[in-house]
């Protein structure tokens, strides 16, 4: 009897806590919209921003060396491990936008031997303007062996 009283409870408990006033006031946001005030969103947990002075060096290496399209500019930021054995896979997709000067770049990089990386993932943003490339953004994303840190992608560096 005691049971069926506990288990009647905890039944009354979940049902009044969600059928609440689904309405949105101050401090409340129903469960089925997203909350705007937060400052960090999925991507930004996923993906680290690579610092502008990596960027800067990394575009005076396409000018020096005359790098002359999008996919080589990739693999000079990230270069394809030639030595590398088992299940490694390096693949680069190349998407435009209306803009046919503007070039998304996205670099998987999986079965990198390293005692804890697994996998890099690299969002590179690059410009054409008067016959040379210009590499605008770069995030990546990491993916650590298990027993290394997350299998989740995320910013966070393996260990």
């Not at 399209?69 to 299940?87: T, W």
């Not at 997709?93 to 996998?119: Q, V, Y």
């Amino acid at each position: 009897m005691k049971k069926i009283v506990v288990v009647v409870g905890f039944i009354f408990a979940f049902i009044s806590m969600g059928c609440g006033n689904n309405s949105a006031t101050a401090g409340n946001t129903p469960m089925d919209q997203p909350n705007l005030l937060t400052t960090m969103t999925a991507e930004d947990r996923e993906f680290r921003e690579i610092e502008q002075e990596e960027i800067n060096a990394l575009n005076k290496s396409i000018i020096e060396h005359k790098i002359d399209s999008v996919e080589k500019i990739m693999q000079e930021y990230a270069p394809e491990d030639m030595g590398a054995e088992g299940n490694y896979t390096y693949i680069i997709t190349k998407s435009t936008s209306t803009d046919p000067n503007k070039f998304t770049l996205s670099l998987l990089e999986d079965g990198i031997n390293d005692d804890s990386l697994k996998a890099l993932k690299v969002i590179m943003t690059v410009e054409k303007k008067n016959d040379s490339f210009r590499v605008k953004t770069i995030k990546e994303s990491y993916q650590c062996w298990k027993n290394r840190g997350h299998q989740d992608w995320a910013s966070d560096y393996c260990h």
